[in-house]
């Protein structure tokens, strides 16, 4: 098997993920955080459950720029804001959330180490080795609006993750209604905000394997708000009735 062949059948094989994961999420909550409970097998400590669940995506990207042919501005750029995102979310956010102490199934930190190798793997040959991306696409409308759209929702992401943990920390073992900023709005600015900078990738690079994260991570985390949402309005009688789960004014 060549590896254009396997590249091929990881795309495939991620749509098929966001399926599974997108109708079975609908039904069943991914057992971390608020969810968390027991009957999920053996489990790590939160922190190195994240840590060790997202290194590959780094690591591959930072290996198929080593080894990619061309080195253009554009390029470039690319691994940036994919290292941006990853070496944040693999080596900061984990040990800076409170409550990181909690259990996490061992069983969701394979999962995730198996998509975030095949989802590094085809957007590092992707778009480092089979893109043609020349300096002259640094003008094009899809980088400027896509490069735009991506720290738009990574300004969104942070600073939800920001104020989540300010939340905890002032209110160590107790859940409190979210207010204030976009929290007015959605119950889940977080998930909204890297919906967004992964749909920013997709334009940016233009590529199949940008819109097949995408795909991807809006069918991973539109369920999980949603189920946030629910839980939220669930525990607090008092919940905003007029708070959407994910998309202001939406849903």
């Not at 997202?54 to 750029?77: N, Y």
């Not at 976009?182 to 749909?199: K, R, T």
């Not at 009688?237 to 998309?247: F, M, S, T, W």
Request: proline share 6%; aromatic share 20%; glycine share 8%.
């Amino acid at each position: 098997m060549s590896i254009e062949d396997l590249y091929n059948y990881s795309i495939y094989l991620i749509l098929l993920f966001a399926v599974i994961a997108f109708i079975s999420l609908l039904f069943v909550s991914a057992p971390y955080g608020k969810f968390s409970r027991s009957g999920w097998g053996p489990v790590l400590k939160s922190k190195w459950a994240w840590m060790i669940m997202e290194f590959p995506s780094p690591a591959l990207m930072i290996l198929f720029f080593i080894t990619s042919g061309t080195k253009s501005l554009p390029v470039i750029v690319f691994v940036i804001v994919w290292l941006i995102h990853y070496t944040h979310r693999t080596f900061i956010y984990p040990f800076r959330q409170s409550g990181r102490e909690k259990s996490f199934p061992f069983i969701l930190v394979l999962m995730a180490i198996i998509f975030n190798c095949l989802n590094g793997f085809v957007n590092g040959f992707g778009v480092l080795h089979l893109g043609n991306y020349d300096n002259s696409w640094l003008l094009s409308w899809q980088f400027i609006s896509g490069l735009l759209i991506f720290f738009a929702g990574l300004a969104i992401n942070k600073t939800a993750d920001e104020k989540l943990k300010l939340l905890r920390k002032g209110n160590p073992g107790a859940y409190v209604i979210p207010d204030g900023w976009l929290f007015d709005y959605i119950s889940c600015p977080h998930y909204f905000g890297e919906i967004i900078e992964w749909a920013g990738w997709a334009v940016m690079t233009w590529s199949l394997p940008g819109l097949t994260f995408f795909i991807f991570t809006f069918a991973n985390l539109f369920p999980r708000a949603v189920a946030s949402h629910k839980w939220y309005k669930s525990r607090f009688p008092g919940y905003p009735a007029g708070r959407k789960a994910v998309i202001p004014f939406l849903i």
